[in-house]
């Protein structure tokens, strides 16, 4: 199978588990996810350099394309431009993990974990636990230091996740 029709493929997968991202979304996402886990890295420059050589196109156009995906609609070109609601892929991701394991698999074990980056961001993520890996299915990105509790973004991080975890009651989700 060629490199063409595995995106291809990989977009289809994408676009039926997440069936809220418009097709050019879906189509981005797959040449994203492609493109890091094939070149092992998740730079742009590193995936840009991957896909540009194996797809046979231009870097610059591959680099633009890849950048307006994250880019607020507003910022983007074109008439027709989306802005990626992120916080609508959080629940279908978990979903996708969930569906994938096997069917004695019964329990389910997230960490929630607050990392600063430098003096610049603090991320607040939500990652699935499963054999050894942390798999990131929910986060929220805010200035470093910023005063104030971050237990309303932890709980809306929690409810946004909770329709896809099995028998959640939601409720149940929340901090006591």
Sequence with gaps: ?????????WQRE????MPHLSRPQAAVLALWSYGMVLS??????TIVSFLAKVLACPKNTLRQRLREWCYDAKDKAGRKRAELDLEA???????WIVS?????????????????????????AISVQYRGCAIPV???????H???????QWEALLQAIAPSIPSADSKKLLFK
């Design 1 to 9: 199978m060629s490199h063409t029709e595995t995106i291809a493929y």
């Design 14 to 17: 994408i676009s039926g588990h």
């Design 40 to 45: 092992k890295s998740s730079g742009i420059t």
């Design 89 to 95: 892929c959080f629940a279908p991701l978990l979903g």
């Design 100 to 124: 994938c394991w096997a069917s004695q698999e019964h329990q389910l074990a997230l960490a929630l974990d607050a990392t600063t980056l430098s003096s610049r961001f603090t991320v607040l």
């Design 138 to 144: 929910a986060w929220y990105v805010m200035p470093a």
């Design 146 to 152: 910023q005063k104030g509790a971050w237990r309303p």
